[in-house]
């Protein structure tokens, strides 16, 4: 994918960071320190478990999902901007298949946790809330809040693990905006936005079967359409 | 056959790739944009965009965390 000056160039340029390596005596691996941080994951890991048996499962998934988002380097802002600022769809065909995936996992769990006939919709996994007003207002905030940010909750906290230090300000106005609208004003904004809300359940509608093949299937034209725009622009 | 060096250092999401795409329009065939960013959403975003406007490209990762990217127009 590259032509032959460009492999010079390359070339060249590692041999001069390997040299700058050598020169300041830093290693070209990290086994050392990926020892060290394996060590304290483990040390954590315990910890956190010691108060809560559900930990044992979260961290090592919680570590692995962010391990394999940052190698992957996935970007959900990225997935929603691109397609309207460069015509790339690559990264919303990801989204949309991952979107299938928990689709099938929620529908698993819901299955479990019913158990017998009737269910309150609001005690169901998968945090089922009424939509309302608020929940445009919130979707735009949100959607022009990580456009300029540069990233959605995933995205910064990978990075600010990767050492990009912009995104160490964007974490700041989050927990910010988390603790002080989310936990100190919410009555506030509750009884101001949330007003009328409808729950919508889909499996009240049609059953629980033919509610996830029809997620799935709106899902798999959503993907195809996607795919074919990506050829026309 | 000029070699244009654009610093796009602790810039966030779309603008590296905004300016990229403004400096290869006023490029001619030929020449080379070497890139310096140290986000890791640009790399995977400059490849796929790359990739559909049909040039060639590379990149070698410099120190951790930070990366150059060359692109050629051809």
Same mark, same amino acid.
């Given at each position: ?233 | ?11 966030? !999401?779309? &603008? ?6 403004? %400096?290869?329009? @006023? ?6 944009? #070497? ?5 890791? !959403?640009? &790399? ?6 790359? %990739?559909?406007? @049909? ?6 990762? #410099? ?7 060359? &692109?050629?127009?051809?």
């Amino acid at each position: 994918m590259s032509t032959s000056r460009i492999e010079e160039l390359k070339k060249r340029r590692e041999m001069e960071r390997d040299k700058h390596r050598v020169d300041v005596r830093r290693p070209n691996t990290q086994i050392k320190y990926a020892l060290i941080l394996l060590g304290i994951l483990l040390f954590l890991g315990v910890l956190f478990a010691r108060r809560d048996e559900l930990y044992l499962w979260i961290w090592p998934i919680g570590i692995l999902l962010g391990f394999s988002m940052e190698r992957s380097r996935f970007c959900f802002a990225a997935s929603l901007r691109n397609p309207f600022t460069l015509g790339t769809t690559g990264l919303l065909k990801a989204v949309i298949v991952s979107l299938m995936i928990s689709s099938v996992g929620f529908f698993v769990l819901q299955q479990l946790s019913i158990g017998g006939e009737t269910y309150l919709v609001e005690e169901l996994p998968g945090m089922i809330r009424p939509f309302g007003i608020h929940t445009v207002i919130g979707g735009l905030m949100f959607g022009l809040g990580m456009v300029v940010a540069g990233g959605c909750a995933s995205g910064t906290l990978m990075r600010v693990g990767e050492g990009f230090t912009l995104q160490i300000f964007v974490l700041g106005g989050f927990i910010m905006g988390a603790v002080v609208a989310g936990l100190w004003h919410e009555d506030f904004w509750r009884n101001l936005l949330f007003h009328g809300g409808w729950t919508v359940y889909l499996p009240d509608f049609v059953g629980f079967y033919p509610a996830l093949f029809l997620q799935l299937s709106i899902l798999g034209i959503l993907y195809i359409l996607v795919n074919q725009i990506k050829l026309k622009v | 056959m000029k070699e244009i060096y654009l610093d796009c250092m602790y810039e966030v !999401c779309p &603008i590296p790739l905004i300016k990229a795409s403004k %400096e290869l329009k @006023k490029m001619e065939i030929g020449d080379l944009l #070497i890139m310096k960013t140290d986000h890791n !959403c640009s &790399i995977t975003n400059v490849i796929e965009w790359v %990739e559909k406007q @049909k040039l060639k490209m590379d990149y070698v990762e #410099i120190d951790e965390g930070e990366w150059e990217i060359y &692109i050629e127009k051809t």
